[in-house]
């Protein structure tokens, strides 16, 4: 199975700067079939199912703000969150869907500093 | 377009949970169906997922225990665990795959909690 790592477990950052999460695959997760990364990204907020933010390593989901953003390649991917607003508190998980046998990161706690 | 669980509750160790996920406001004969749980307190843990066509995927940790099923004509996805531990207590949640996003997920459940206590 491929396994996701994600850094930090958590974070504190002041409104209005950025946050830097961080996920690593023990391997690739590209398909070059259609040149895409199986990475996604998901907000969790406390009693509320995840919330997709970003597929294929970079893609935004309709209706999520452009503050929020995916980078990467190979096996490290980016979740980039600037200009830091209160209600971006909550838990944040990188997830890799290149196989049926789908695995979360761990997850990073992002709170206001 | 919505998930709903429902199924859950208090469970004996060593009993059987059955959970169900039925959807709203689509056909779910047309979608692969996972489940994810999430311990309390812990992460997210993959768990199960039944394709359209019915083949079955498990984690490690729920083959041998866990079996998921489907039945399009009720428009439900089914989730069965044996012998449950107090391992198995979490929030259990059905979630949708999307393929033309290459098959994350976007449609999920609010989730089901389950217990494992004598």
């Known amino acids: 199975d491929i396994v996701v790592t994600q850094s930090p477990d958590s974070l504190a950052v002041s409104l209005g700067e950025t946050a830097t999460i961080n996920c690593k695959s023990s391997?690739?997760?590209?398909?070059?079939?259609?040149?895409?990364?199986?990475i996604a990204w998901y907000q969790q907020k406390p009693r509320q199912p995840p919330k997709l933010l970003v597929y294929w390593a970079y893609n935004r989901e309709s209706g999520v703000p452009d503050r929020f953003s995916g980078s990467g390649s190979g096996t490290d991917f980016t979740l980039t969150i600037t200009n830091l607003q209160a209600e971006d508190v909550a838990v944040y998980y990188c997830?890799?869907?290149?196989?049926?046998?789908?695995?979360f990161g761990q997850g990073t706690r992002l709170e206001i500093k | 377009v919505q998930l709903v669980e429902s199924g859950g509750g208090f469970v004996q160790p060593g009993g059987t949970l059955r959970l169900s996920c039925a959807a709203s406001?689509?056909?779910?004969?047309?979608?692969?169906i996972h489940w994810v749980r999430q311990g309390i307190g812990k992460g997210l843990e993959w768990v199960s997922a039944?394709?359209?066509?019915?083949?079955?995927y498990y984690s490690d940790s729920a083959r041998g225990r866990f079996t998921i099923s489907r039945e399009n004509v009720k428009g439900s996805v089914w989730l069965q665990a044996n012998s449950v531990t107090v391992d198995d207590t979490a929030v259990y949640y059905c979630?949708?795959?999307?393929?033309?996003?290459?098959?994350?997920?976007?449609?999920w459940g609010q989730g089901i909690m389950v217990t494992v206590s004598s």
């Open positions: 997830l890799q869907y290149l196989t049926y046998t789908r695995t």
């Open positions: 039944i394709g359209e066509g019915g083949d079955t």
């Open positions: 979630a949708r795959v999307i393929a033309p996003k290459g098959g994350v997920f976007d449609v």
């Open positions: 406001g689509f056909s779910i004969s047309a979608y692969d």
């Open positions: 391997q690739s997760v590209f398909k070059s079939r259609n040149g895409q990364h199986y």
